[in-house]
């Protein structure tokens, strides 16, 4: 079959079932909430998208030992994770994911971690997987009439884009004027609250919305809530240097007590 229509099927699939797999993430084990997780605002994930073909293209290389495909795999699709993160991080002052908090970390765009789940994802793929995309591959070849929901479902993405693009250029300008780096999830989950406390209607698909003036009221709001984290931060170092220097000054007049009490018993 061709390799074009086999890789957009892949990206198809991929991009799917790798939105589905993070949004039931955020809602079970990251924030608790549901929110529609990617840049885009449609229920796909081209990263997932581009992981998936790439688990397919490598695993045709002819190594008999699955354990060095596995590892070239989480490898290359860190490295894509990397790559993409970088691209909206120069290019649109925006961060899809941050991974600061995690170990190991490289610009709080891929840690040891997260890597290590792209190996967990390889290794499904290689050994359990493998065999039934295959199977899926042989199925599309005999009903070629899919491709065409293949190349519908490509012109929504790309009108999607488009969408997401314009929406993220005026993120960027604000970003660009406050000096902030916006962290998309942290800002959907912002207006998410914002909504809940004013008992407004909340579109999961359209978090951000596309007004201009909403927009930048979601940033200010999602602006002051950094801030105050920031200061709350800043409060509890203080402090901790605080009772630091309060506790040595004990411990040095009870140090000079002790001398002095000494010297004088002698």
């Known amino acids: 079959m061709n390799m074009f229509l086999t890789l957009a099927?892949?990206?198809?699939?991929?991009?799917?079932?790798?939105?589905?797999?993070?949004l039931f993430f955020r809602r079970i084990v990251s924030k608790g909430e549901w929110?529609?997780?990617?840049?885009?605002?449609?229920?796909?994930?081209?990263l997932?998208?581009?992981?998936?073909?790439?688990?397919?293209?490598?695993?045709?290389?002819?190594?008999?030992?699955g354990v060095i495909v596995v590892l070239i795999m989480m490898v290359s699709v860190t490295a894509i994770e990397y790559i993409a993160g970088l691209i909206f991080i120069k290019g649109m002052g925006v961060k899809l994911w941050d991974y600061s908090n995690n170990w190991g970390?490289?610009?709080?765009?891929?840690c040891p971690l997260y890597t290590l789940f792209w190996g967990?994802?390889?290794?499904?793929?290689?050994?359990?997987?493998?065999?039934y995309v295959l199977e899926s591959l042989s199925w599309l070849e005999d009903n070629l009439a899919f491709?065409?929901?293949?190349?519908?479902?490509?012109?929504?993405?790309?009108?999607?884009?488009?969408?997401?693009?314009?929406l993220i250029v005026k993120v960027r300008k604000f970003a660009l004027e406050k000096g902030l780096i916006v962290k998309y999830?942290?800002?959907?989950?912002?207006?998410?609250?914002?909504?809940?406390?004013?008992?407004?209607?909340?579109?999961?698909?359209?978090?951000?919305?596309?007004n201009v003036k909403i927009v930048e009221e979601h940033l200010n709001e999602y602006m002051k809530e950094q801030i105050k984290r920031t200061d709350k931060i800043k409060r509890t170092i203080n402090l901790f240097i605080r009772d630091k220097v309060r506790l040595r000054r004990n411990e040095s007049c009870s140090s000079k007590s002790k001398e002095s009490k000494s010297n004088s018993e002698k």
């Open 48 to 65: 997932y998208g581009f992981g998936l073909c790439t688990f397919y293209l490598l695993s045709q290389i002819n190594i008999d030992d």
């Open 35 to 46: 929110i529609n997780p990617g840049f885009l605002v449609g229920p796909y994930l081209p």
């Open 120 to 131: 967990i994802l390889g290794a499904i793929y290689y050994y359990l997987v493998s065999p």
């Open 147 to 166: 491709s065409f929901f293949i190349g519908f479902f490509f012109g929504i993405i790309i009108i999607d884009t488009i969408y997401s693009t314009n």
């Open 105 to 110: 970390n490289v610009d709080g765009l891929i």
């Open 9 to 22: 099927f892949l990206f198809f699939i991929g991009s799917i079932l790798g939105w589905v797999l993070e």
């Open 185 to 210: 999830e942290e800002l959907k989950s912002s207006i998410l609250k914002q909504a809940v406390k004013n008992k407004e209607k909340y579109s999961f698909i359209f978090a951000i919305g596309n």
